[in-house]
């Protein structure tokens, strides 16, 4: 590919390095992992780069093909059972050291006991994304969204609870 | 639940991951084809293959080459 592609792509990247790094860190235990996740979207973006008719927006384009990649490779390498207590998890540990802000760490830390999938649910729901184009960036039926999405809000009403309950 | 609610958290959530810099040499070193482990062991099977056979071939006294 030719040079004017890779400078557009690097710009394209670093433009967009915030949806980026959240997805990532959504998903990864370690900063380790997070550069592994980091590394994969990256080259997953490339090699759908070539396809990409500007028929929707950048944005929309960069969620499908990371949350996509996101999830095949959780499915491959992360059977974790997410039942155990959050407060053994690695994530509980790892966003409690990153960060200061209270709301912060409890969003990050009730979105990554969620599954793969369900994670990728809210988050399309926090960027504004209606049922039918989150069922559609995911590969989804609408009905399929939707009964997640009630799902999801009655477990991260009970996780943000016990949270909040623990902080205290 | 209502979801709304964590759109504030969410917000400043992407403000502070979009400060966190993507290096341009991390970018390229992504879209650099990985050499598969597999791949590897397939071609050092192929060089010990014909080292050997060029070796029985000489050292043998059987080539008339």
Not at chain 1, 12 to 19: M, V, Y
Not at chain 1, 91 to 120: C, F, R, T, W
Not at chain 2, 29 to 55: G, M, R, W
């Amino acid at each position: 590919m030719s040079l004017e592609m890779k400078n557009r792509f690097i710009a394209l990247i670093k433009g967009n390095q915030g949806l980026i790094n959240s997805l990532c860190r959504l998903y990864s235990n370690s900063e380790e992992e997070l550069k592994d996740y980091r590394q994969d979207v990256i080259l997953s973006l490339w090699q759908a780069f070539p396809n990409f008719r500007e028929e929707s927006k950048i944005s929309t384009w960069m969620y499908r093909v990371a949350l996509n990649t996101l999830i095949s490779n959780q499915r491959k390498i992360n059977n974790r059972i997410v039942t155990e207590s959050y407060s053994n998890t690695t994530e509980y540990n790892h966003y409690q050291a990153a960060g200061s802000d209270d709301e912060l760490l409890v969003l990050q830390q009730a979105i990554g006991l969620l599954i793969p999938m369900d994670k990728a649910v809210v988050i399309l729901h926090l960027e504004g994304y209606v049922h039918k184009e989150i069922a559609d960036i995911l590969s989804q039926s609408e009905t399929n969204i939707s009964t997640r999405l009630n799902r999801i809000k009655k477990q991260l009403g009970k996780t943000i609870k016990s949270l909040h309950h623990e902080s205290k | 639940m209502n979801l709304n609610k964590l759109q504030p958290a969410w917000n400043q959530f992407k403000v502070a991951n979009s400060l966190i810099d993507i290096h341009e040499t991390e970018i390229l070193s992504a879209l650099e084809p990985k050499k598969s482990v597999l791949s590897h062991y397939t071609t050092k099977v192929v060089q010990n293959i014909f080292a050997y056979s060029f070796l029985i071939l000489t050292l043998n006294g059987g080539c008339s080459i």
